[in-house]
């Protein structure tokens, strides 16, 4: 037998699935997650070995959703010094690199950039051509600076990645060898600002992924799945190979709410719907297309920087199992602060002086918990209007992010996934707007880590095609044929691969001799 | 006279996004090089066009081509001032003061950057009111001032001096030279007299975007509506509430048009709304019956943050309310529908002022 383990670190816990060939859930376990994220991701990898008693050489792949990159960013910590090269004079330079970073950041990666001769127009013409002594100049500079990594961004590399290579060839020549160089045209689309903040923060987070990895290897080992291959999801909730995501670890930073959205798809055999993901501290609400999460249009800040990634479009409420209830007024204000895994202590059911929106359901009467620790005898002084109010503030919560991600007046298929769905009661299941049925799956609790096990391997391009050339069918067909040779590279299986988005845009203002295609491709994961 | 500093340019790019209609390009570029250009030689000057001296040479200052392009390649940062020089060398005499062209998205923002380097006043109007996609879409034109002498420059340090026998002809040729350019040029054109702006051009516009931005900033920080606030100021309506439940482009003609369909929400329940674009927001139709078309302006806002949604951004799923704006009088006489009316963008009707639209 085969067998997969599923991993997802999340604020409070870090769960840990096994799911066999057929994808059948084999065991399921919930740990705390701990500070170093390591030691928690260890420690769920052996319970869960445990708990489905199977032989541990059975396990072929872990897919391990984190928040190792993510955290990094926003802590500003343990990120790499990094030299970044924009290719674009004579272009560019009326907004020098890191223009609009948060201070903090800069001084983080290092402030140090380097502008050089060359790049491309929008057609592929080249704007000038590469000054290969700057290059070398800038490589000499970096190397006695003696930065961690590189960043090499030159305009219009999704058209045209010539000087960017090229320039990466140079450095290399130049720098200590394995210094990681980050190219931008593999990570981002057009927007040069958005595209190179990216990259920076990509080359910038490669040690960061590097020390991850090591550790979630020397946790296989102690778990006896050394052998197992490793695998990390990324945003839009397709699997990176570990060489890919050492390249790419700037990819995880939204994992962890596209791995739910993707589990509550595979719970619950639906394609179309919206998911509602009830954590400890909010409760995260996102649309299904087709199987994946619907992503967000506008311009994504990560850490207080402009990006051009792709994230799943969220909604982000202050509704989870530990959100601490007020009564103010008339009114019931729920949050924004939880207690978080401190519920077990602090929750009025469990002798705390705090209230929660769990202290509410089981108030309520309709939420048990098998914890002998919690007695819902402590909350009978609660007065029963303030209860109900409550539950309707709950319910109305919910409803509300509901319907600002729905597309449309039908009634739509919610699917509620996480530890804290117990707060919305399933006497109120039909009575909530604008929703066709709600289905709390089986499992429901374990719906990120299903969800990373179950991801396929994607490739994407994103670029603009000249229509001179070639015609417009010939260019969408030469960008699905990218696309699906970027799945494969990266892990697929050739023979599943299909075509799971197509987006093509008009150049505005220009005369229609340019369009930007963009194509995502799919498949199941070769095991 | 008052000083435009780096918080007014913030406010300001905000508002010339909504005065974009959709179009004009995202502001965000020449916004950063309008602050940089205040943080490294001070705020600007900005005059009421009754102080312009009647006999002052205005020049106006603009980026032509695509937004997608001036993101991606960003200016040298030259260019600019190479036009803006080129045009008072041939005039052989100095500038008093630049101007914006377009106080609709990017282009408010660039003549900003050229004021405060060229340590010149910018004047408090522009010569649309709103965003337009061509040359000739200027109130400076129906006054029978001349594109040309017009100075495009690149990047590369290219630079044409362009002398045309009318306005047409200086929209296709210039369109022209920027894609051989490379999809963007920076360029100074329309160089006109004081007086030519006291008559011609649309007054107060940068003030307005500035107050728009103030507005948007305000109510979002205090938790008001911030569609109201831009009604008030605007003098605009609300002509739908609703969720985007398709958008479909093609490229007609070599410019990049569609449809957008809304879904009504709450008192708009049940209705339609389909917003007929080419570059800006051209025709609004709600339930089958026109509400709004050009030249008033049509602008899409985000519920939550009053922010406006360009064409290009427009995408599947987007809670929005859809407003329309009155736009300068200027804009509604026989001639100038002739410019920038209905017809001239291919939709075979009449064009009804929105106020009178509203009122029955």
Redesign the interface.
Known sequence: MTLRIGIDVGGTHTDAVILDEANRLVAAVKTPTTPDVTTGIAEALKKVIAAGDIDPSEIEAAMLGTTHCTNAIVERRRLSRIGLLRI????????KPY??FPEDLKEALGDVWFIVKG?H???G?E??PLDEEEVRRAGEEMKKIGVEAVAICS??SPVCPDHEVRAMEILRGILEPGTPITLSHEIGS????ERENASALNAALIKVAETAVKAFREAMRDAGIGEARLYLTQNDGTLMNVEYALKYPVRTVASGPTNSIRGAAYLTGTRNGIVVDIGGTTTLVG?LTDGFP?ES??AVEIGGVRTNFRMP?LIAVSCGGGTIVREMDDNVELGPESLGYRLIEEGLAWGGGTLTTTDIALAAGYAEIRDPRCNPERLRGLDAKLIQKAVQKIVSTVEEAVD??????EPVPVILVGGGGIIIPKAQYDKIKGVSQVIRPEHFQYANAIGAAIAEVSGEVDR?FSLEQETRAKAMEEAKEMAIREAVKAGAKAETVKIVHVE?????????????IRVKAAGELAL | MRLLDESSVEDLAVGAAILGTGGGGDPYIGKLMAVDAIKECGPVELVDPHEVPDEALIIPTAMMGAPTVLVEKLPGGGEVFQTFKALERRLGRKAYATISAEAGGVNSTIPIAVAARLRIPLVDADGMGRAFPEIQMVTFHLHGISATPMAMADEKGNSVLLDTVDDFWTERISRAVTIVMGGSSLISLYPMYGRDVKEAAVHGTITLAERIGRAVRESLREKRSPVQEVLKLTRGYELFKGKIVDVERRTVAGFARGEAVFEGLEEYKGSILKIRFQNENLVAIRDGEIVASVPDLITVLEVETGLPVTTEGLRYGYRTVVIGMPCNEKWRTEEALKVVGPKYFGYDIDYIPIEERMKG
């Open positions: 674009g004079k004579p272009a560019t330079t009326a907004i223009r609009a790049g127009e929008y057609d013409r704007i000038a305009v219009f057009i927007g040069l600002l649309a619907r249009a506008v479009d600002r991600m729905k597309t449309s007046p603009i093509e845009i008009p150049l505005a203002y220009l005369p229609g001799n340019a369009v930007r």
